[in-house]
T-cell receptor, first 113, second 114 residues
């Protein structure tokens, strides 16, 4: 993920709408990707992961899409709920060339009731 | 429910103090990590450990040290706290040394150095 500076990008959605959060990753050798959710005052929580041999993976209300051609990852949240309000960030990991996990700076999601 | 527990949620320390941040995990993971989190910068790795008494430097180890005397416990030490170490500190553990299965994070310790 890329650092986006001191201010987090913010996404504001209406309750019930779908949310799409994007992440541009930096290492073309990265082969494992994770989305985390961090609520205020809490540590990051694993949401969903995807390996580079896949381009889509679905969980409960969440879908991750991977586009290796443009090094882009997205998280889609269906029927967004107030409890989804949090900071979401991606992490990329390259298992070749040594241990390295890079975390993105995150996107803040606000859900309006 | 598996857990990573950090001993303090909030700490306020004076410049020059020696600070200990404690982390305990109950998942029998060999791999434990300390990150700091600052607005807009993402998580940055300070130190990690892949076995008892083993440690490796991360991206920003300066001003920090660690201790891993028991498998379940990983401590971060600020030898002489400075104001630029004011931050959120996150401990994590993982099945994999190389992050292949993700991390389980603690709730974090927000440290303020005055």
């Amino acid at each position: 993920g890329e650092s986006v500076g001191l201010h987090l990008p913010t996404l504001s959605v209406q309750e019930g709408d779908n949310s799409i959060i994007n992440c541009a990753y930096s290492n073309s050798a990265s082969d494992y990707f994770i989305w985390y959710k961090q609520e205020s005052g809490k540590g990051p929580q694993f949401i969903i992961d995807i390996r580079s041999n896949m381009d889509k993976r679905q969980g409960q209300r969440v879908t991750v899409l991977l586009n290796k051609t443009v090094k882009h990852l997205s998280l889609q949240i269906a029927a967004t709920q107030p409890g989804d309000s949090a900071v979401y960030f991606c992490a990329e990991n390259a298992q070749t060339g040594g241990f390295k996990t890079i975390f993105g700076a995150g996107t803040r999601l606000f859900v309006k009731a | 429910d598996v857990k990573v527990t950090q001993s303090s949620r909030y700490l306020v320390k004076r410049t020059g103090e020696k600070v200990f941040l404690e982390c305990v995990q109950d998942m029998d993971h060999e791999n434990m990590f300390w990150y700091r989190q600052d607005p807009g910068l993402g998580l940055r790795l300070i130190y990690f450990s892949y076995d008892v008494k083993m440690k490796e430097k991360g991206d920003i180890p300066e001003g920090y040290s660690v201790s891993r005397e028991k498998k379940e416990r990983f401590s971060l030490i600020l030898e002489s706290a400075s104001t630029n170490q004011t931050s959120m500190y996150l401990c994590a553990s993982s099945l994999s040394r190389v992050g292949s299965y993700g991390y389980t994070f603690g709730s974090g310790t927000r440290l303020t150095v005055v």
